[in-house]
């Protein structure tokens, strides 16, 4: 559940506008336009994340799931927010993953 707390941490950060969780070299490779969408793209797959875990948690301890049916429901779950992510890195920077060392 601390995970999923950090995760909407980094997701509120992120409505706030606060670079604190983003690299200088993200808001220099991306220009300031685009480092605003970018970062606006950040925030429902990290909130959506977070309360994902925090749910998925409080579903675990009570026990209510099958332990197959729980996972299946938690990979497909958490497919979601890593798609989102990867959409926006495709939206703001052309790639798909924005680590690529030749930008």
């Known amino acids: 559940m601390a995970f999923g707390i950090l995760m909407i941490i980094f997701g509120f950060s992120h409505l706030m506008k606060s670079d604190f969780f983003l690299s200088k070299k993200t808001r220099v ?10 970062q606006k793209g950040l925030i ?4 959506f994340l977070g309360t994902l875990m925090i749910c998925m948690g409080i579903v675990e301890n009570m026990e209510i799931l099958q ?3 729980f996972i299946t429901l938690y990979i497909i779950l958490g497919i979601i927010p ?3 992510l990867i959409a926006n890195n495709k939206k ?6 924005f680590w690529v060392k030749d930008i």
């Open 92 to 97: 703001n920077t052309g790639r798909y993953w």
């Open 67 to 69: 332990t197959s049916i």
């Open 44 to 47: 429902f797959p990290y909130l």
């Open 29 to 38: 490779i991306l220009g300031e336009k685009k480092f605003q969408s970018y």
């Open 82 to 84: 890593f798609i989102l």
